[in-house]
């Protein structure tokens, strides 16, 4: 398939570079050129603008950090959504769900369709092509981005017509995550006031009742007290708590509220930057 991909960051690039190897055709856009430009020399061709990176009546897939990174591309002064036209927006950004709405039924009045395919995974399970995917929109949509998202993750989950549902589900995810790794940071900081080491305890939890992918990856970093840079910058993490609270139903939870004031705590600390996982640090500087 001809594709324009847009966003190539820390998990759009080992994405567009999996399409590649899968025999796509792609043309790549990012604010940064430098960035998309290593594709180049894999196959891929640099495209100028956003509306000069799609095919009329392509495909588009965007993987970038948010909703106004997304509204630029599509609608901007150089947007692709006229230029696509009748073609297909594979949405994978993790941005609102109203938002999603609203450039589907843009993209409507065009001949064209929007998908929502947001995705679960650091940029380590990108490159491997071990991405968890739900999925939202028209169904014959959806059956045109299959090929695709098969080559990107390795669970597809259609999730209905709504083309914000898949986001909602992406939303709540996130809140899981962010849970989770809370949770842990406080066990983990328990087990090591009364003596007991970190990643001994950790090893333990993640082999047998939380052997799951969530605790082992983001258990591997609080054991390690490793809060650099990693795959899921805290300013990230905290965008997806705000749009997470903006959903019907989230007014009233407790625990999302108490994750608002930690994430306050961590941006005003200067913490953007670091992993999710330094919210651990709270738990030892309150």
């Known amino acids: 398939m001809d594709i324009g991909f847009l966003g190539t960051g820390s998990m759009g690039l080992p994405m567009a570079r999996n399409l590649l190897r899968a025999g796509h055709t792609l043309k790549v856009w990012n604010r940064s050129p430098e960035k998309a430009r290593i594709l180049v020399s894999e196959g891929a061709t640099l495209a ?27 609608k901007g002064p150089e947007g692709f959504l006229t230029s696509l036209g009748q073609g297909l927006h594979l949405s994978m950004s993790t941005v609102s769900p109203d938002l999603n709405r609203r450039l589907a039924k843009e993209q409507a009045l065009l001949g064209g369709a929007l998908v929502a395919a947001p995705v679960f995974g650091r940029p380590d399970a990108a490159a491997a092509a071990k ?35 898949a986001n909602v589900v992406k939303l709540c995810g996130n809140f899981l995550i962010l849970s989770a790794t809370q949770a842990l940071a406080e066990c983990l900081s328990v087990a090591q006031a009364n003596g007991l080491d970190r990643g001994a305890v950790m090893d333990f939890y993640s082999s047998t009742n939380f052997a799951c992918p969530v605790y082992k990856a983001y258990g591997g970093r609080l054991a390690a007290e490793d809060y650099s840079e990693g795959g899921f910058k805290l300013s990230l993490a905290a965008k997806d708590l705000r749009l997470f609270a903006g959903q019907k139903g989230s007014g009233h939870l407790k625990l999302r509220a108490l994750l608002e004031e930690l994430f306050a705590s961590a941006s005003a600390r200067g913490w953007d930057n670091e992993d999710v996982t330094a919210l651990a640090r709270l738990v030892a500087k309150p």
Do not use: K
């Open 131 to 165: 991405l968890n995917i739900p999925c939202s929109g028209p169904e014959a949509a959806r059956a045109r981005a299959l090929p695709l998202l098969e080559v990107l993750g390795q669970c597809v989950r259609d999730f209905g017509e709504d083309p914000g549902a």
């Open 48 to 74: 100028p603008s956003p509306a000069q990176a799609v095919t009329p009546g392509g495909i588009a897939v965007t993987m970038l950090s948010d909703d106004t990174a997304l509204e630029g591309v599509t």
